[in-house]
């Protein structure tokens, strides 16, 4: 029997978690807790797995480095920092997962692929910088700023100025053979680490990388279709998606279909920066195809694709 394919979508936070300093020392303590989860899964569930994740904290980090030192090295682009931030973030899942299967006694041939992602030249959202990154800057800093480097800044939330970037719409991997390749070979595979380097075809062909940052779930999705997965799951801090959030009328919902959830985000029942571009990217995932989008929490992944927990969306 064919083995099915699951891709499943790590967020950022959780390899630099809120309140840590950020060393590599928590980032693999980190690591090693998401591994043992993805290690039962890889243990009870007969499957190909691709393993995405999120790098805000991260690329932040890089980021504040880059000015740090801007007087002594040239800075890098953004489409540079994403790609250092998937080598460094690979290399820790790839080592720390192998490890624990290694000794479990389970076949450990893990790969981590640098994703380019290539977004539509026509995609109006690289007219409309939305994604904040980076530090803050006061009012002079970002005036500067904007002078110097032509950067778009905006004030967030009364703490300071950040830079904002284009959020375009993942369109095509560039490395979608490659990693089917991969799982053909029954090699684990991560890719699209951070959304996926953000990338757009010239006219003769070539590829150029562009300061943008792509949605992560979004990129996870569009690779999920892509490589035909039967499962798209989303690993969160919730266990579950919740209706009327935030109030006395919040309740978790276990079972939604591609148009109910579609009727929840409509009615704004998702968070802009938080639920919403999941739930969108799982229900995009189901339109193309795909049998089940879970979302839940990362420690309850194996309960959730047994269906015990979480949250599903299905056709």
């Not at 009012?139 to 967030?156: I, T, V």
Request: net charge negative; proline share 4%; hydrophobic share 40%.
């Amino acid at each position: 029997m064919p083995q099915d394919i699951i891709v499943i979508a790590l967020g950022g936070n959780a390899i630099l978690q809120a309140g840590q300093r950020g060393t590599i020392k928590e980032q693999l303590e980190n690591v090693d807790i998401i591994c043992a989860h993805l290690v039962e899964i890889i243990s009870n569930k007969r499957c190909k797995m691709v393993i995405t994740h999120g790098n805000g904290p991260q690329i932040g980090n890089v980021l504040l480095q880059n000015e740090m030192a801007s007087s002594l090295v040239p800075s890098m682009p953004l489409d540079m920092c994403g790609a250092a931030t998937q080598g460094m973030m690979g290399y820790m899942i790839q080592q720390t997962l192998a490890n624990r299967l290694r000794a479990a006694g389970l076949r450990h041939h893990i790969t981590t692929v640098i994703t380019q992602v290539i977004v539509s030249r026509e995609d109006p959202a690289l007219k409309k910088p939305t994604k904040p990154i980076g530090t803050f800057y006061s009012f002079d800093e970002a005036q500067k700023l904007h002078r110097d480097k032509g950067w778009s800044m905006f004030e967030d939330s009364s703490r300071g100025y950040r830079r904002v970037v284009p959020s375009p719409r993942p369109f095509e991997i560039q490395e979608t053979r490659i990693i089917r390749d991969l799982l053909e070979k029954e090699e684990i595979v991560i890719a699209v680490g951070g959304g996926g380097i953000p990338v757009i075809r010239e006219e003769d062909r070539s590829l150029r990388g562009i300061e943008a940052v792509i949605d992560k779930d979004l990129a996870a999705e569009k690779l999920a279709e892509d490589i035909n997965a039967a499962i798209f799951m989303i690993l969160t801090d919730v266990e579950q998606v919740k209706l009327n959030y935030g109030s006395v009328a919040e309740v978790g919902i276990s079972l939604m279909t591609a148009d109910e959830a579609e009727n929840y985000v409509k009615e704004g029942q998702f968070g802009e920066g938080s639920m919403k571009p999941k739930v969108e990217a799982g229900i995009r995932f189901i339109r193309a195809g795909g049998r089940r989008t879970i979302i839940t929490a990362l420690n309850k992944a194996l309960e959730a694709l047994e269906g015990q927990v979480g949250t599903m969306i299905v056709p």
